[in-house]
């Protein structure tokens, strides 16, 4: 046991990027293990595989998907994925959730929440643990996904919890935004929030079965009513409204034939390749404010400095500005 442990240790990198490139799920896992890792050394090796096998993949759509907890992500997108994978598509899952600070998520949790995918040998879920900050949905989430398209999954789906800023940085890293809402509830407009509104490609209305049918689509009514009065963010897609029944498998044909439409309209005016190449832009900035975090953090001069300048800025003895201006010096980047 010990030497496989320690034959394990020394996989190369071309042996990582081959791996994921074949389709081998055990090694497509460990390398996903290796982007998650915050030691030094395993980020490095993890930026020569991402290196290798980033940008080979063809024709992958990256669906993003969010809603308030009850609205049946879980339930739409195990339907959905189902949906794909009879279509002939293989589809990956990655749950964000940057409230977990404990745990990273649960992969039981997401497996059970989606049973049919979590069976199914085209479809592959794994939660994307944060370690509690938006930087960390941005940095290993975009990372998982590059090695999720070259393992040969077209269709990669962001789950997030729909609190919080998370569906920001997650609508910059995907090719189309889907917003769950649902009818009902005190309040037909509930989570309308305008900063979401404004980056949803589609809402959907779940739910609408049942004696539930009119209210949702009452529901999808005033949501198309404020839609209205916003400017999309595309000269070319007006965000659409459809109401869905995730458990009933009720519309989604149609939303994912929109889905459809929405890339092939990009893509024939060249919208859909220059949001690629700005996520890719934004990706490289994000990793360059967390490698420059992480120099200061390693200084030496700050690791002793900064207890006590922390100190003071609580008690109020210094501005945040100032203290900020001497932990600079200290790195000798100012």
């Known amino acids: 046991m010990d030497k496989r442990q320690g034959s394990r240790q020394k996989l190369s990198v071309q042996e990582y990027a081959d791996g994921v490139q074949s389709g081998d799920r055990a090694m497509l896992a460990r390398a996903i293990t290796l982007v998650e890792s915050t030691k030094r050394e395993h980020q490095q090796l993890a930026r020569e595989v ?104 077209d269709i990669i789906i962001v789950e997030t919890v729909g609190v919080g800023q998370s569906e920001v940085a997650v609508a910059d890293m995907v090719d189309f935004f889907l917003v769950l809402l649902l009818a009902g509830g005190g309040d037909d407009l509930q989570g309308i929030k305008k900063g979401i509104i404004e980056i949803a490609d589609m809402i959907a209305i779940n739910k609408a079965d049942g004696d539930n049918v009119l209210r949702a689509e009452r529901a999808a009514q005033d949501y198309r009513a404020a839609l209205n009065i916003l400017t999309p963010s595309n000269a070319q897609w007006r965000p659409p409204v459809v109401t869905i029944s995730g458990i009933s498998n009720l519309g989604l044909d149609k939303l994912w034939s929109l889905i459809c439409e929405h890339g092939k309209i990009l893509k024939a005016s060249g919208a859909f390749e220059e949001r690629r190449q700005r996520q890719a832009v934004t990706w490289m900035r994000d990793m360059l404010e967390d490698q420059l975090m992480a120099a200061v953090r390693e200084n030496p001069k700050v690791a002793e400095r900064l207890p006590e300048v922390e100190k003071e800025v609580r008690e109020g003895r210094l501005l945040p500005s100032l203290a900020v201006d001497q932990i600079m010096k200290l790195t000798g980047l100012r």
């Open 50 to 153: 991402l290196q290798l096998v980033t940008g080979k993949a063809k024709n992958v759509l990256r669906l993003g998907i969010t809603g308030v907890p009850g609205v049946g992500k879980s339930t739409t997108i195990d339907q959905l994925g189902m949906n794909l994978v009879d279509q002939g598509h293989k589809v990956a899952v990655l749950a964000v959730d940057p409230t977990s600070k404990r745990t990273g998520g649960s992969i039981l949790g997401d497996k059970t929440r989606m049973n049919r995918l979590a069976q199914c040998p085209d479809a592959f879920i794994r939660p994307s643990p944060t370690s509690g900050t938006l930087g960390g949905v941005t940095r290993k989430t975009r990372e998982t996904m590059a090695l999720v398209e070259a393992a040969g999954f």
